[in-house]
């Protein structure tokens, strides 16, 4: 495969299809807290909260999920019924995203509109369709004006979704390591330090990149098998590009989803905020230390920041950072890759046609636009028919990269800049380059009521830039948009 449709894979995600029970060999992570689903159904507790932790070795104050950062993991097949039950200890109000989970936008499920005030409660509840895909997915605050702060100060946590991927005999075989990565801007005495202004415009990194709330872990190929590497980029701004160095590593799915095909990696893996990616790695080299760093990565903003205004500077927002290391002190035999992974189903011809422009404004609370438009929350911007499939055109008139999330809906990358995307790929996010345009093919099915589209830029999202998308049923009365 080119180094071009690679690369399109790398900011995507790749959705399956045909579901089944999977895989009980579970994942081998160094995160706490691991919730699984039982007799077809997941109650959790959770707990949003400030609280003084060691993270990478230092204290630090942080936002948790039940006193940890990053939040437990869950473990659910398709089909199960999950029951949320959260608290909110937080000073401000919050709520939760379930993030690329297909599952209704209303009610006690995926509901963004939901406010949980300080002190108070809120119980989730929604089932897992059974035809949902196989993948990694995630959970985070979506309260608008303090989506990018919550994020930033720790709040995110990983969803596994067992299918029919997980019944592949060389998946079976892999050992699963699941690597949260999130970037905090702490000052010597562990307090979170807010940007100012001007850095906020361009979206909050932070010079300490953590994997599950530590740094390095030290990963390893069991004999006879593989490693399979499930990634999170939990960072409300911050892009990665990933590089293996000097081991190969096979790309087998984005987003939550699943590539027809593995597909070896040769250029660096691109995740943008709310990215995952699945990747395999056989231990077909000389026994020793390989690492996987995260190089700089500019979106379209290095001239301007120069770090978050408290001490950050630009020279550490450009270093290689190591991730993990891997490691295997002896000869590995490991079982073959996969020929094929799982197909992706053919969508219909569009029954429509819609722009969508992402630029800047020029000052105040509304300074990221969608279509000339700031975010309102009494407004509805888009309205779709169920049923239906959309083609949309991102197109980012802007100088700075742009990630382009969807809630409730996965869809299909077909073009980059006019260029055929010659196998198009499931995604929930897609990393929009600056001045550049993305067509998508959006289906819209099983679910009415009113969701979101953002940028998952999460600074741009609080400062404007997302609609209101309301799906309904066929002739429904309201006009179109």
Partial sequence: MKRRQILQYAGSSVAAIALSRCSKVPPETDLVGRSVSQSGALVVDLTAAEQTLTIS???????TYNHQVPGPLWEMQAGDTVQVNFTNHLADPTNLHFHGLHIPPTGRADNVFLSVPPGERQQYQFVIPPEHSGGLFWYHPHHHGLVAEQVFGGLAGPIIVRGAVDQIPEIQ?????????????????????????MFRRWGRQGDLITVNGDRTPT????????????LLNASPSRIYQLRLNDHPWYLIGIDGGTLPEPVELTEDLVLAPGNRADVLVAGDRTPGAYSL????YDRGISDMMAGMGHGTHTHRQRAVVAIAHLQYGETIHTVPLPSTLLAS???????????????????GAQSFLINGRGFAHD????????????EWRIINNAGMDHPFHLHTNAFQVIRR??????????QDVVNVKAYATVDI?????????????????????????????????????????
Avoid at 345 to 359: G, H, I, M, N, T
Avoid at 379 to 390: A, C, F, K, Q, S
Wanted: aromatic share 4%; glycine share 8%; charged share 25%.
């Fill in 441 to 481: 093919l959006v289906p819209f099915n099983d679910y009415v009521g009113k969701t979101v589209y953002h940028c998952h830029i999460l600074d741009h999202e609080d400062q404007g830039m997302m609609g209101i998308i309301e799906m309904r049923q066929p002739n429904g009365h309201a006009r179109d948009i």
């Fill in 417 to 426: 800049n006019g260029e055929p995307v010659l196998l198009p790929a499931w």
């Fill in 173 to 197: 075989a892999a050992a699963e390591s699941i690597l949260v990565l999130q970037d905090f801007d702490l000052s010597r005495r562990g307090r979170r330090r807010e940007p100012m202004p």
């Fill in 219 to 230: 990963l390893t190929i069991p004999q006879g098998g593989l490693l399979r590497l499930r």
């Fill in 345 to 363: 189903p053919v969508l219909a011809p569009p029954s429509r046609r819609r722009e969508f422009v992402l630029d800047h404004g020029i000052d």
């Fill in 57 to 63: 070795g230092q204290s630090a104050q942080l936002l």
């Fill in 293 to 296: 760093v995260s190089l700089p």
């Fill in 379 to 390: 407004r509805i911007d888009t309205r779709v028919e169920l049923g239906t499939v959309e």
